[in-house]
């Protein structure tokens, strides 16, 4: 049975950090491209970032790039996003998610998800 478990939210004033992570289990870690998205009140759930399986590539949208950071520690099956310079506009709750193929920012690509960690940005 394959678990992504999301830690770190929290409450924080805009213009500081959070550190997120994702536990994955059940699944050979090192072979899946992981994503981090995010939803909020009324919105569809967006792209934030995604890592190739190597932790060689990464992609970012547009609204955090030179903010957030994503990693992978494939020995601990852990991906972070560092989170850095938080805006009010941050806030959601954000998933992270597991794809066995190419990266991708689709949502539909993505094989499995965890249960969200939620994010509050106040100004």
């Known amino acids: 049975q394959v678990q992504l478990v999301e830690s770190g939210g929290g409450l924080v004033q805009a213009g500081g950090s959070l550190r997120l992570s994702c536990v994955a289990s059940?699944?050979?870690?090192?072979?899946?491209?992981m994503g981090w998205f995010r939803q909020s009140p009324g919105k569809e759930r967006e792209s934030v970032a995604t890592?190739?399986?190597?932790?060689?590539?990464?992609v970012y949208a547009d609204s955090v790039k030179g903010r957030f950071t994503i990693s992978r520690d494939n020995a601990k099956n852990t991906v972070y996003l560092q989170m850095n310079s938080l805006k009010p506009e941050d806030t959601a709750v954000y998933y992270c998610?597991?794809?066995?193929?190419?990266?991708?920012?689709?949502?539909?690509?993505?094989?499995?998800w965890g249960q969200g960690t939620k994010v509050t940005v106040s100004s």
């Open positions: 059940g699944l050979t870690f090192r072979r899946y491209t």
């Open positions: 890592i190739s399986w190597g932790g060689g590539s990464s």
């Open positions: 998610a597991a794809e066995g193929g190419p990266m991708s920012v689709m949502t539909s690509e993505y094989d499995y």
